[in-house]
Each structure stands twice: as structure tokens, then as C-alpha cells.
């Protein structure tokens, strides 16, 4: 993925939003196949 000139910390931000979902949501489950990941994805980001 490349970011744009005009946006040169897009790709920080989300390496840093992925690096929180693996931390808080992913890295504690066993995810059994892509449904389960999105299922828990969006369980996740639900208020």
C-alpha cells in the first residue's frame, strides 16, 4: 500500500490502528476463518 504525497502519515496511522486491533482484539482469540475475523472485527468497533 503507498500513501500519497500529500498524506505521508496515512500509513503510520494505520499501521497504528492495526497494531491496536491486534493488541486489544485479535491477539487474545483464535480466529477460525474470515466471517469469524470480520464478526469479531465488528463486535470490536461496536460502541
Known amino acids: 500500500m503507498e500513501t500519497t504525497a500529500r498524506a505521508p ?7 497504528q490502528v492495526i497494531g491496536t486491533l491486534r493488541r486489544e482484539a485479535l491477539d487474545h482469540l483464535l ?13 470490536y468497533l461496536r460502541p
Not at 502519515?9 to 499501521?15: D, F, L, Q, R
Open 9 to 15: 502519515k496515512a500509513n503510520a496511522h494505520c499501521e
Open 31 to 43: 480466529i477460525l476463518d474470515g466471517a469469524h475475523a470480520r464478526h469479531v472485527l465488528a463486535a
